[in-house]
């Protein structure tokens, strides 16, 4: 079953403006981490921030996570073309133990970049 | 450093019959996952191998099994298959339990039943 819910589920703009995406779950969690997903191929880690964590930066990534909300939001500033790409928000559920490999995604958010 | 290969990428199969698709971790990652991603169910965990054991398992019928080999190469075999197991596959592989820094995956194998 997903953790949670994406919004937008879909995100459409011009290269050089800013994405936002957000997540919400459900549960207690360890982390929450985002990926990227090209076309139907592999996912690739983007970035992970922890319980205790609010704010992360890497890059032109900025992620936020409100626990007392059991929400989150990726920022990609400045964007282009290649960002195109379906983005998930995962959890590590197991707060305070081990999940053992198990992450619950979202739905994700479908971000199209117009050159 | 390799990445984590999946192999192979595209199949084929008719229902009722059984496949085998393959995962080789990064070399060092002890952790495997494996994950199922379809449009109406998203993606959803399988089952998670470290040193041969398996530690979690989804919510998925006993026809979905795995295992791992001394080398953390991974295996997923689903059989009796149905028109409802066409998905991509990803594997995951991780250094350390919990996925503390995150996972690296596959490409996947994407799975077509007739």
């Known amino acids: 079953s997903q953790q949670g819910e994406e919004d937008p589920q879909a995100l459409s703009i011009q290269e050089g403006e800013n994405a936002t995406m957000n997540c919400s779950y459900k549960?207690?969690?360890?982390?929450l981490q985002w990926y990227r997903q090209n076309s139907g191929r592999g996912l690739v880690h983007l970035i992970l921030?922890?319980?205790?964590?609010r704010e992360k930066h890497s890059g032109r990534l900025r992620v936020t996570l409100d626990t007392s909300k059991k929400s989150s939001s990726l920022l990609i500033t400045a964007s282009r073309a290649a960002d195109t790409a379906s983005y998930f928000c995962?959890?590590?559920?197991?707060?305070?133990?081990?999940?053992?490999?198990?992450?619950?995604f979202g739905q994700g958010t479908i971000l199209t970049v117009h050159p | 450093k390799a990445g984590v290969t999946q192999t192979p990428r595209y199949l084929i199969k008719t229902r009722g019959q059984q496949v085998t698709l393959s995962c080789s971790p990064i070399?060092?990652?002890?952790?495997v996952s494996w994950y199922q991603q379809t449009p109406g169910q998203g993606l959803q965990f399988l089952f998670e191998?470290?040193?041969?054991?398996?530690?979690n398992k989804g919510n998925f019928p006993g026809r979905f099994s795995g295992r791992q080999f001394s080398n953390s190469r991974s295996e997923m075999n689903v059989s009796t298959l149905e028109l409802g197991d066409s998905a991509l596959y990803l594997c995951?592989?991780?250094?350390?339990?919990?996925?503390?820094?995150?996972?690296?995956f596959g490409s996947g194998t994407r799975l077509t039943v007739v």
């Open positions: 995951a592989s991780s250094a350390r339990t919990g996925g503390l820094y995150g996972y690296t």
């Open positions: 921030i922890r319980s205790n964590e």
């Open positions: 995962a959890t590590d559920e197991n707060a305070g133990g081990t999940s053992y490999g198990k992450l619950t």
């Open positions: 549960t207690s969690i360890n982390n």
């Open positions: 070399s060092g990652h002890r952790s």
């Open positions: 191998y470290f040193s041969e054991t398996q530690r």
